[in-house]
């Protein structure tokens, strides 16, 4: 290439044409272009400094350095410019528009057992009962047989267990509770009478599950210990508790039942409307006496004191309220159900 001082000035104006036309995406030619190191036009330049009538060389050389600093502080603005420019542009296209209303944040709330079971705690805590808990896993000796439902009695029966598949001392001694009655015993370890508590908590039981039934399931259990108490104060609580929950003219019936740990044991059910226009009973505890071994294997004076206590499946309490027709809705988790509530 050979140029002469006055084409270095042809080429500072064609080169700062060309980038002033550039945009972001022409901006790396340009650079490779003109001052790209194996063969960018102004590279070339300095490299023909060499060629030079000797007088001229000093001259052309600072000329060509020169042009070499001005392009690469314009290619910087230029660069700059754009980014500025770029940042202006998403401004004003609407792509960042501060003016546009939040988006809504989905409110989560209380499953419908959840829900339940906390208005049935506070009933109770209304009527003087504090709330206790105990472990999901528990050991036969508080699920079994402190309640009087010893190895090999036909009573294990009523409750299809899953056993926790381990063995402590040849023994397997581990499950899953499958009521929350073993809290009866864990609470009167630990508390003299006078006693009132209600034990919240899910349980587990192997069944085939259908309409009514599920493999887990909710229960709050309750249990008053003191000296003089009866049956009528069974009954009085929880007539109080059914008129809190469903309504002041629900109608409620007790029959008797049989549970291990009661004498004598009843189960209560409420009237619930059919679709056919008439009413039905529902079952949703089980409930009695507390038997007296089962005082006395937590360390109670059994002829001092008595007590009563209920078992109430808080899913059934749940489908009585809302008219649920099927217990396994509440736990597929399936949102245009859990949102109804
Ligand atoms: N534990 C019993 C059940 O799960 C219910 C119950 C509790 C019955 C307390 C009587 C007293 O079926």
């Known amino acids: ?48 400094v060499r060629d030079q009538p000797q007088e001229q060389r000093a001259q052309f050389g600072a000329a060509a350095n020169a042009l070499k600093n001005t392009l690469e ?6 660069q700059e410019a754009l980014r500025q420019q770029q940042l202006q542009d998403l401004a004003t296209s609407g792509a960042i528009d501060v003016t546009l209303p939040g988006r809504p944040q989905p409110h989560g709330r209380l499953h ?81 009478p006078p006693i009132r508590v209600v034990v919240p908590g899910k349980c587990y039981r192997q069944e085939a599950t259908d309409a009514t039934h599920e493999w887990m399931l909710t229960q709050v259990e309750g249990l008053a210990v003191d000296e003089g108490i009866r049956m009528s104060d069974l009954k009085g609580v929880l007539y109080e508790f059914a008129r809190r929950m469903f309504g002041q003219d629900r ?48 360390g109670i004076d059994s002829s001092r004191y008595t007590g009563f206590a209920f078992g109430i499946g808080v899913e059934r309490v749940a489908m009585l309220r809302w008219g649920i027709d099927d217990i396994r809705h509440f736990y597929h988790n399936d949102l245009r159900f859990l949102r109804q509530f």
């Open 1 to 48: 290439m050979t140029a002469t001082i006055e084409s270095i000035e042809e080429l500072r104006q064609e080169a700062l044409a060309a980038l002033q036309a550039a945009d972001e995406s022409g901006l790396e030619a340009w650079r490779a272009e003109w001052l790209g190191r194996q063969d960018g036009r102004v590279t070339l330049l300095l490299r023909s």
């Open 251 to 298: 109608e409620i019936t007790f029959h008797h039942s049989y549970f291990p740990f009661v004498e004598p044991g009843v189960e209560m059910a409420v009237d619930w409307p059919t679709a056919e226009g008439g009413t039905r009973w529902v079952e949703i505890l089980g409930a009695g006496m507390v038997h007296p071994e089962v005082l006395e294997n937590a």
């Open 112 to 192: 419908p057992v959840t829900q339940t079971q906390r208005d049935i705690i506070e009933v109770f805590g209304e009527m003087g009962f504090r709330v206790a808990e105990g472990p999901e896993v528990e050991w036969a000796k508080y699920n079994f047989d402190g309640v009087r439902i010893p190895e090999d009695h036909p009573a294990r029966d009523m409750w299809d267990t899953i056993w926790v598949d381990k063995e402590i001392g040849g023994r397997r001694d581990m499950l899953l509770r499958t009521h929350t009655s073993p809290n009866q015993v864990r609470v009167m370890e630990h508390q003299a």
């Open 73 to 78: 502080e314009a290619f910087q603005e230029r």
